[in-house]
């Protein structure tokens, strides 16, 4: 008779010993893959009945559109689970959310997982400090999408679209200016869109003299690039002859300690506007010659009618426009060198002088 029979209880042990132990060596179960593990999940959320509930008393479905979800740069890339932690078991733990602003902000938290930087930046801009203080703000699946996560920025327009959901009157406005029909046009790439001046994560106030004092920074972004600016013929030392005048000066010296509200100098959105930007020569243009008394009153309201004459605009001095400051500044150009070289001229012979006299 063997062991086991006279003693059935070690049988009973080291049947549970095998179970319970590590299977080392053999093979461990197949993990699903993303697709697979979201093929599961479709079961139930592809059904448009299926939504949660908020103590508040308001409703959110959770249905996901198969086919948009299938176009997602997440698609059999990222788990359900990873953006879903806790979420693996059926039925699903049940967790109790206030509002559909604390569900959403959930979200959020998944998202840093993989895109920490991105989500360091939201945390200093403006839309965050909004959401801190109990206001309705945007967070990341209200730009992005939570399950069609496409390319941001492809088509370019989708930029403009997206930021339109809360800034509506704006987009109408920009929908109109000049780089709004540009970004209709055939070439959008050379249209700036909301992301291009505000930036798309930490993004500032705009009121803020920081932000402001930044935009000829901004603006030279485009209006410096010769390629881009060619096909229009539009001048690409507006950044540089903007720095050269008093307007520019200022603003570059008084950036670097820019702290509040306080308007410092006038920078390219006081003279051609934000959102509402047109051509220099088309009617209503801020800039126009009719116009710009009016414009320049903004900050020089005693200005009288032939203040904006004493100004040159982004215009560089020429025979043509300007002579007499063009030929002012010939003058100097040659005037100068001459005086300092003579001055050095006559130190050196004089010391040659000194030398050849000892």
């Known amino acids: 008779m063997s062991l086991l029979q006279h003693r059935p209880w070690l049988a009973t042990g080291l049947l549970a010993a095998m179970f319970a132990a590590p299977s080392y060596g053999l093979p461990e179960p197949p993990k699903e893959s993303p697709a697979e593990e979201a093929e599961g999940c479709l079961g139930c959320h592809e059904d448009p009945s299926i939504e949660v509930a908020f103590a508040d008393g308001t409703r959110r479905t ?17 788990a359900c689970s990873e953006c879903h932690p806790g979420f693996q078991e059926i039925p699903h733990p049940e967790r109790r959310y206030a509002s559909e602003d604390e569900f959403r902000a959930g979200m ?20 965050h400090a909004v959401a801190k203080e109990g206001g309705a703000a945007p967070t990341c699946v209200d730009c992005h999408d939570a399950h069609a996560v496409t390319p941001p920025g492809k088509p370019r327009s989708r930029v403009s679209d997206t930021c339109s959901t809360c800034h509506s ?3 109408e406005t920009y929908a109109s200016s000049v780089h709004g029909r540009l970004l209709a046009g055939p070439r959008p ?4 869109v909301c992301t291009d001046c505000h930036r798309s994560h930490d ?10 004092l930044r935009t000829p920074e901004t603006c030279g972004g485009c209006h410096s690039d010769n390629q881009r600016m060619k096909p229009y013929g539009l001048s690409t030392k507006v950044m540089s002859t903007y720095l050269a005048d008093f307007h520019g000066m200022t603003a570059s010296l008084a950036a670097p300690h820019a702290e509040g509200s306080t308007r410092v100098t006038a920078v390219c959105v006081d003279c051609h506007g934000v959102h509402d930007i047109t051509k220099v020569d088309e009617p ?10 009016k414009t320049c009153q903004q900050c020089h309201p005693d200005a009288a009618g032939d203040f904006p004459a004493a100004w040159l605009s982004h215009f ?32 050196l012979l004089h010391f040659w002088r000194v030398v050849v006299n000892r």
Do not use: W
């Not at 959020?108 to 839309?127: E, I, L, N």
């Not at 106030?205 to 402001?212: H, T």
């Open 169 to 171: 009157d704006v987009a």
């Open 203 to 212: 993004i500032q106030d705009p009121k803020s003299q920081a932000f402001l």
């Open 108 to 127: 959020r938290q998944a998202c840093q997982t993989c895109h920490f930087q991105d989500y360091s930046r939201y945390m200093d801009g403006v839309h």
């Open 316 to 347: 560089e001095p020429s025979l043509e426009r300007a002579p007499l400051v063009y030929l002012t500044r010939q003058f100097y150009v040659i005037f100068i060198p001459f005086v300092i070289g003579g001055l050095v001229l006559q130190i």
């Open 62 to 78: 959770l249905q996901v559109d198969r086919n948009a979800f299938a176009q997602s740069v997440h698609f059999g890339k990222v």
């Open 189 to 192: 790439d050379d249209a700036p």
């Open 284 to 293: 209503g243009s801020k800039v126009m010659k009719e116009n710009l008394l």
